[in-house]
């Protein structure tokens, strides 16, 4: 199957500061990326959808000028959390999809704001 | 609201067991797919079924599609501890949406 990287994997960062995660399809060109984030023990909330070369489109409820995304190119999209708090602490998923209707999810990065 | 219901929520069995974990959705789809998720870990896709298909097979698992009960299982058999993981439908709404919705899961646990 497609692979799908995601770094860092844990990241841990002190309240104000910003955090970029990215996400890099690794064997495919991804006409779009997508953003999740998950609560423990719970399900995957999607914030953002990311097609290359355009803004992204985000979720109500998502603050686009705190999640900032930049899909730069058909492998490489970016989430940028900005002036992190400790409620930004999550644990955030990408996926990446081309022609079928199969999204490839990245391991995840674990962000824990101090 | 999410629009994939998963039950049970928490499903434990003894390895060699069979496990079915059930999904109901809201609207109409053009496909549900299953993923699998380990602790702390990303998703891994596991199957997807179309809106005009009622079962399908991926070695020991089965996954059928109601769409008149807007319901839909996994049937995963001869389990093995390996198998131990979160499991989540979801889907994508009919109208060409690219969007995914997943259930809340299924925890399961298979103990050897």
């Known amino acids: 199957g497609a692979v799908v990287s995601q770094h860092p994997s844990r990241v841990i960062c002190k309240s104000g500061t910003s955090v970029k995660i990215e996400c890099r399809s690794l064997d495919f060109q991804a006409t779009t990326m997508f953003w999740y984030r998950q609560f423990p023990k719970q399900s995957l909330m999607l914030m953002a959808t990311s097609n290359e070369g355009s803004k992204a489109t985000y979720e109500q409820g998502v603050e686009k000028d705190k999640f900032l995304i930049n899909h730069a190119s058909l492998t490489l999209s970016t989430l940028t959390v900005t002036s992190a708090h400790p409620e930004d602490s999550s644990f955030y998923i990408c996926?990446?999809?081309?022609?079928?209707?199969?999204?490839?999810f990245g391991p995840g990065t674990r962000l824990t704001v101090l | 609201s999410q629009q994939g219901e998963e039950d049970p929520q928490a499903l434990s069995i003894q390895e060699g067991e069979n496990a079915t974990m059930n999904c109901s959705y809201k609207t109409s789809i053009n496909n549900l797919q299953w993923y699998r998720q380990n602790s702390g870990r990303g998703l891994v896709h596991l199957i997807l079924i179309r809106s005009n298909e009622r079962e399908k097979h991926s070695g020991r698992l089965r996954v059928t599609l109601d769409t008149s009960k807007k319901s839909s299982s996994l049937l995963i058999t001869a389990s093995r501890a390996a198998d131990t993981a979160s499991y989540f439908c979801a889907t994508d709404a009919q109208g060409g949406s690219e969007k995914l919705v997943f259930g809340k899961g299924t925890k399961l646990t298979v103990n050897p």
């Open positions: 996926s990446a999809r081309w022609s079928t209707d199969t999204q490839y």
